[in-house]
């Protein structure tokens, strides 16, 4: 152990005797009074003996009038030290014989006034007096016999004790300083080696390279520890693709075991006539968690949905993707019909989506649909304990279908570090106060170390329902709430798509594409194109985007035979009524606007089909414009794909502003999509504006697209995940160790 130096032990000396300083001046005031008061008491019992020793005397000399044996009898009294002056007054008021000592501006009207004995303060000459006054009883009156004594001695005296009192405070702190160091040095040996293994541990699991213990204390040294796990680097200038994600993951966890749990699962065994094929969905999911799994080599469960699913797996219902190159193990989980239609489109999809996307559509929430929730979120918990082979392995909870796992996972792996991303908005605490099982979900997410949302407002939302709903310690400054002795930080972490989307490579240029896409539908050459990718639901505006086109071309005819509105549109959840309608009301309203215009081209080409996402990016690189009206949406990424797919930086992105999206893609067309004239507006600025401004424009985008893409959303919450794993590690062998450390 490094000894303590002579520059700490003289720090500690001195900060002692400050300490001793402080709290003698401190209780100055207090102790200055007690002395004083001290001294008063003295000053009048004394005067009170002088008194009664006189007053024979003094009482036949005022019957006799014999005033120069008064004054003579003054004399000796006054010469007591303490004693400043003697006098007597007469029934008149009269000063009689008084010592040379007395001030001249004494008065006897102002002194001798009660009945009894009586003690008086006066100032003379910069000094405090006391004024004792006895009453003599004489044929003649009441008389007084005053004795003055100066009281300036006890602040003398108190300026001693408090002296006294400093050196004997001074001397009792330097002792204790001494002895609690010299303690501290011959118990601390064995812990102090003990923590020097643990953190040579830690640092050689974070960092690659043992951390060297300098002189100084020991809590410096742990907080030096804390600080540089928060020093984790994370730039800019990284180029974040598959590789360099996992480099950061081999740098900041490694050896770390990886579980992610979802109810999309990233390959699907479907049968079909010419046997099993393997799909992958389209999924900025998938796509963001891939490369963590192929590079950890983890276990992601999920729902098993495809049609050969079961016969995929083997008889543990894990099979090793990809198929072609195993890199990590999927294991399903199987849901029946029944279980789905309460825990996926009952509770999930009719409770959570429309209580949280607040797109005035009523959320159901049904006793039955939230005890299956409960059993599904119990049943992937178990599957997540069953699968892990450490105690502390990293656990990647997706979305709102899980908001109870994390607590569950919690409770049977303590030390796990669970990141759990929200995909979708968290409402206010006021909307989020109609959910009848509020309170559990909430306490279910907290068991996260980290829970992530796409943008500061729906972590502020989050918290605020927490202070509403939930009794916890929560720090706003750096957004962490503490539960049951865990605690769980809120953080942003915007979603993005893969850089540079890989079906790219299989697409012709964008001039071709145009062409392609032109013959497809039977377009004139010169038709202006709009375009819309969506999945038919409620919350995407696909309806207000259509009546924007209609109230275009009513105000402007001339654009009547030269626009064309594409909208794409997968059906889903079609079990659900509201889904259901939503298709039948949007190809009502296509209908509708199309035979509004009669004699041309249908103006709404509405498309209700899975389109695969080579089909996707042709239609993004034909268009003159992209419509992203979401009525309330946590990204939006469709907006993200239009914006990677121009590498000819043209085209215009019309984006509604309740959209996440909207907060980095700022060079698009703001709107509300609610306000059907403004958007029709934003269509007519789209189609006319300069290709100048429209590349300047798209420019800025893409930068801002291929900066912050999937992998560096990964990246973030990884490094965020390593931070709180190695602060968890260091204070629990402190802990363990038997030396609390206060955490910074």
């Not at 060297?212 to 742990?222: A, K, P, T, W």
């Not at 609610?674 to 934003?682: G, I």
Request: charged share 25%; glycine share 6%.
């Amino acid at each position: 152990m490094t000894p303590i130096s002579y520059k700490e032990f003289f720090r500690y000396g001195v900060f002692g005797l400050a300490v001793a300083a402080i709290v003698a001046f401190g209780i100055s005031p207090f102790t200055g009074g007690i002395v004083q008061q001290w001294s008063r008491s003295d000053v009048e019992a004394r005067s009170k003996l002088v008194f009664n020793a006189i007053g024979p005397l003094l009482s036949r000399d005022v019957e006799d009038r014999a005033w120069g044996h008064l004054a003579d009898l003054f004399k000796r009294v006054a010469l007591d030290k303490k004693i400043l002056a003697v006098g007597f007054c007469d029934p008149a008021g009269s000063l009689i014989a008084p010592t040379p000592e007395l001030p001249p501006t004494f008065s006897c009207e102002k002194s001798a006034k009660s009945e009894g004995e009586s003690f008086t303060s006066i100032t003379s000459g910069g000094r405090r007096i006391l004024v004792a006054a006895f009453p003599v009883q004489s044929s003649r009156g009441r008389s007084y016999l005053v004795i003055l004594t100066d009281l300036s001695f006890a602040a003398a005296r108190s300026s001693q004790v408090l002296s006294y009192l400093l050196a004997a405070l001074a001397s009792v702190v330097l002792v204790l300083t001494i002895g609690t160091i010299i303690f501290a040095v011959l118990m601390m040996q064995g812990w102090m080696d003990a923590l020097r293994r643990a953190v040579d541990e830690v640092r050689r699991g974070a960092q690659g390279e043992p951390l060297e213990l300098s002189g100084g204390s020991i809590d410096r040294e742990i907080h030096k520890l804390l600080r540089r796990a928060d020093q984790v680097p994370l730039t800019s200038q990284i180029e974040w693709t598959p590789k360099s994600l996992q480099e950061v993951l081999h740098g900041v966890l490694p050896r770390a075991e990886v579980l992610v749990v979802s109810n999309r699962e990233p390959y699907i065994h479907n049968a079909t006539e010419a046997g099993r094929v393997v799909q992958r969905p389209a999924s900025g999911l998938v796509s963001a968690l891939e490369p963590i799994m192929r590079a950890c080599g983890g276990t992601w469960i999920a729902h098993g949905s495809g049609s050969a699913d079961r016969e995929a797996v083997d008889e543990n219902d894990r099979i090793r993707v990809p198929e072609v190159a195993p890199a990590y193990t999927l294991r399903r989980i199987w849901i029946s019909d029944e279980e789905q239609d309460g825990y996926y489109y009952g509770f999930a999809n009719e409770g959570l989506w429309p209580l949280c996307h607040i797109v005035f559509v009523r959320p159901t929430f049904r006793s039955s649909d939230w005890q299956m929730y409960r059993q599904i979120n119990q049943r992937f918990a178990d599957a997540v304990l069953a699968e892990a082979h450490t105690e502390d392995p990293v656990v990647l909870v997706q979305d709102y279908h899980f908001a109870l796992a994390p607590r569950m996972i919690r409770e049977r792996l303590p030390k796990a570090t669970i990141i759990t991303f929200w995909h979708i908005p968290w409402p206010n605490a006021e909307t989020f106060g109609i959910c009848p099982w509020r309170a559990e979900i909430i306490e279910g997410m907290l068991g996260s170390t980290i829970v992530g949302f796409h943008t500061q407002f729906h972590c502020n939302n989050f918290i605020e329902g927490v202070d509403r709903f939930v009794e916890s310690r929560i720090d706003r400054e750096v957004q962490t709430v503490s539960l049951g002795g865990h605690e769980t930080r809120a953080r942003a972490y915007p979603i993005s798509i893969e850089w540079p989307p890989r079906e790219l490579e299989k697409l012709p240029p964008p001039a071709h594409c145009r062409s392609d896409v032109i013959a497809q539908f039977g377009l004139a050459e010169g038709t202006r194109l709009i375009v819309g990718v969506e999945r038919f639901d409620y919350t995407k505006g696909i309806l207000d985007r259509m009546r924007a086109v209609d109230a275009l071309l009513s105000r402007n005819s001339a654009w009547r035979d030269r626009l064309v509105f594409v909208q794409v549109a997968a059906p889903t959840r079609s079990k659900l009524s509201s889904y259901s309608k939503l298709q039948a009301e949007a190809e009502e309203l296509a209908a509708e606007i199309n035979g509004g215009y009669p004699g041309r081209q249908p103006v709404i080409h509405l498309i209700a089909r899975h389109y695969e996402p080579a089909e996707v990016f042709r239609l993004f690189r034909a268009a003159n414009a992209c419509v992203v009206s979401s009525l309330h949406d946590g990204m939006n990424l469709v907006a993200k794909e239009f914006v990677s797919s121009r590498e000819d930086n043209a085209g215009v992105l019309i984006l509604s502003s309740f959209t996440g999206a909207s907060r980095e893609l700022s060079e698009a067309l703001i709107v509300n999509p609610y306000d059907t004239e403004e958007m029709a507006s934003a269509i007519e600025i789209a189609l006319t504006m300069p290709i100048q401004e429209q590349a300047e424009r798209m420019k800025l985008m893409r930068q801002q697209v291929k900066e912050h893409n999937v992998y560096r959303w990964a990246g973030a919450m990884l490094v965020d995940a390593a931070r709180s794993r190695t602060r968890e590690r260091v204070l629990g062998l402190a802990a363990k160790a038997g030396h609390g450390v206060k955490q910074i």
